[in-house]
């Protein structure tokens, strides 16, 4: 696991400063702590800080071929790497180490770019053939490793995070007002922007090209290409338990400690049940770690607890305390943009708690979005079934009355479930799907929270547009597999991945998630809708796959998901943090929001007449953001 820089100019006559490349690989320490390496050439500059997980003494970077003209550094973990060695070698390739990453060298000299299709793992790569003068960068299917990129016109400079970018000191930082609108309604950017107009990020399953300073972008993989098969349930579930099982135990690959993130969920209960069996049925040997709450609703520490006790597993938990202030300082600015999931905050304590016993955790992440798990599918469906019997004005009014009504403390009270659902129905389009769901500043709120100056720069912007593109490109008229297409190719990608990678690597923490395997995800896809959602219950040949493995409690629990109660500590003890960020003062002098819409949504928030954690949170955490990137010198 590392962290990765570096710049190629148009001109390869022009030198690079290695000063800069340095400052700009320094600042990922974080991701590597545990080495450092660089090149300098003609007109290219690659460096690196690494996280030492496998051949700790020999993987070294950057990595070279045996003539010295292809050079490559990366990020990540390449699972089949003994498999591909074995190729290349027969190839007659010679090798100085037992790195995973240096089969990408050889492997790139064999193949050329086709190499990315046989290559199974998490992976960002940089990589300067000096042969052909061209530089290649590439991620890996899911988007779990990141990799951002700036081009001036005369230079590429990238980086694993936008920081690494930014300590160059070679572009500017100008705020892409569309990525704003995106972040305000569904709590991240979204791919390819960022936040920072002349910084971009290079989609999961992409590679680029960069030749004579021009710039290209190609796919290589594709959920969307994989073909539907007619399975019978039982043949479906089976294939799915070895898939499974298969993923979990290469990811299990590492010569230093690993473990394993325990929600007590499904996802997260299935791979420690099968690290365990591929441990040879030695709990003890699985270190699993868990963060709960001390209030109840939220709080899934008891089940955890089971799923280590039934699995004898090592076990460690914490709880999260609402005093956050500093942590909420050190993380926001640590995201280089605007984020606001609030399940940032357990994921960083349990990426830190985790790291003081191990250096690899495995997850459950991507499980909801490959097998259909989340209530939006099924909230879906039902709007969907409403909308033939139930006239639009009729939602709109209940959607008001509803509103009158104040919102539970509780995590999912069945108040706070019906409100949200009908709201939903009556604020979003439908053709957004159960992204209806996922969004929480509909397009009236924006016009009463909005500067007419920011509304006026958002004319011709469609937030919108990048759902109905990932619906469209799913190549089928599945609607249940063209949403779970747009989430992995934005919700997971962009949120839940980008948050565990930040969270795990701030704490030099290195994660794996076993179901982002390419053999499981294209088995999965291939599976029909009707084996993934049955009768209303979600998951279901993922269940049926491990009816054998889980306890029935734990198959049985419905989706939680990894919260906070934010809309209870935003009226305790983090009010204090949120009536400074957003004084009138502070909102008035930015100039993108109106000072009264804010005031007014703090007060009705702090009444319990209404929840606006999810806006005022974000509005939180873009004004400290925006101290740290645009006013303050970093």
Known sequence: MCGI????????????????????????????????????????????RRLAIVDVAGGHQPFKSEDGEIHLVANGEIYNHLELRKILIAHGHRFRS??????????????????????????????????????????????????????????????????????????????????????????????????????????????????????????????????????????AAEAVREAFAQAVSRQMMSDVPLGAFLSGGIDSSAVVAMMVEASGGGGSAVNTFSMGFADGSYNELPY??????????THREGTVEPDLRELFDQLIVHLDEPFADVSLFPTYMVSKMARQHVTVALSGDGGDEIFGGYDTYAADQLARRLAT???????????????????????????????????GIADEPEDIAHYRWMAFLPVAAKQALYTP??????????????????????????????????DLCVYLADDILVKVD????????????????????????SIPSELKIRNGERK????????????????????????????????????????????PERIRQRG?????????????????????????????????WAESALDEVI
């Open 304 to 313: 955890a607890r089971a799923v280590a006790s039934r699995f004898e597993t």
């Open 592 to 624: 993108w929001f109106s000072p009264v819409a804010v005031t007014r949504l703090i007060d009705s928030h702090l009444s319990g007449r209404d929840n606006h954690a999810h806006v005022l949170f974000s509005l939180m955490v873009l004004e400290r």
């Open 453 to 486: 100056e920011l509304q006026t720069s958002l004319t011709q912007s469609d937030v919108y547009r990048p759902i109905r593109e990932s619906l469209r490109s799913a190549g089928t008229d599945d609607l249940l597999h063209r949403q779970l297409y747009a």
């Open 5 to 48: 820089a570096g710049i190629v100019e148009r001109d390869q006559r022009k030198p690079i400063s290695s000063e800069r490349l340095l400052k700009m690989v320094r600042v990922l320490t974080h991701r590597g702590p545990d080495d450092e390496g660089s090149v300098g050439l003609p007109g290219v500059g690659l460096a690196m």
């Open 98 to 235: 037992e790195s995973d990453i240096e089969v990408l060298v050889h492997a790139y000299e064999q193949w050329g770019t086709s190499f990315l299709e046989r290559v199974h793992g998490m992976f960002a790569i940089a990589l300067w053939d000096g042969r052909q003068r061209v530089f290649l960068a590439a991620r890996d299917r899911a988007g779990e490793k990141p990799l951002y990129y700036a081009d001036t016109g005369s230079t590429l400079i990238f980086a694993s995070e936008i920081k690494g970018i930014l300590a160059s000191g070679m572009v500017e930082r100008d705020v892409d007002l569309e990525a704003l609108d995106q972040f305000l309604t569904y709590e991240y950017v979204i791919t390819p922007r960022t936040i920072f107009s002349k910084i971009r990020r290079l989609p999961a399953a992409h590679y680029l090209v960069y030749r004579e300073g021009q710039l290209e972008t190609c796919r290589y993989w594709d959920a969307a290409a994989v073909a539907p098969k007619h399975w019978k349930e039982d043949e």
């Open 540 to 583: 279901y040949i993922l269940k049926q796959a491990l009816r054998d493995v889980l306890p029935p409690e734990i198959l049985r629990r419905p989706k939680e998901g990894f919260s906070i109660p934010m809309k209870n500590w935003l009226r305790g003890d983090l009010a204090p943090i949120m009536r400074d960020l957003l004084a």
């Open 389 to 423: 019997v139930l006239p639009k004005g009729a939602v709109s009014m209940l959607a008001g009355l509803l509103g009158l009504l104040p919102p539970s403390e509780r995590k999912k009270g069945l108040l706070n479930k019906v409100k949200r659902f009908v709201q």
């Open 502 to 525: 930040r969270m795990s690597m701030a704490t030099s923490l290195e994660t794996r998630a076993p179901f982002l395997d390419v053999n499981l995800m294209e088995l999965a896809y």
